[in-house]
């Protein structure tokens, strides 16, 4: 991988987004990247349900390939992100994909 130093002119790489209010949460960094990769295709590709709240299909094996680890690690990733609300996951039929809603801390409280 090729580097070099930061100017006040460097444009920066694509990014993905981590509101600050992740970085004190009591969750893994696994879990930490993970919202950041689903925050990152909500905005890319997110899909829109009846109500125009957007959503995204993220198999646990394809998010497991993203992110480099086992789909048991993103299984226990992702029980870390619904018990701390982040997010909300719908289940659809057999053998379908759930539906995951991420959600937006709207505020940093006393929990983030």
Excluded: W
Aim: proline letters at 8%; charged letters at 25%.
């Amino acid at each position: 991988m090729e580097v070099e130093f930061m100017t006040a002119d460097t444009p920066l790489p694509p990014c993905m987004p981590l509101p600050r209010a992740m970085l004190r949460l009591p969750i893994s960094s696994t879990a930490k990247v993970m919202y950041a990769r689903m925050l990152d295709i909500v905005f890319v590709s997110g899909i829109e349900d009846a109500n125009g709240i957007l959503f995204i299909h993220f198999p646990i094996v394809e998010l497991a390939a993203a992110l480099a680890r086992s789909t048991m690690t993103v299984k226990r990733s992702l029980n870390e992100l619904e018990d701390a609300g982040l997010i909300l996951r719908v289940r659809q039929g057999f053998g379908e994909p759930n539906k995951i809603y991420v959600l937006i801390p709207k505020k940093e409280d006393s929990r983030l």
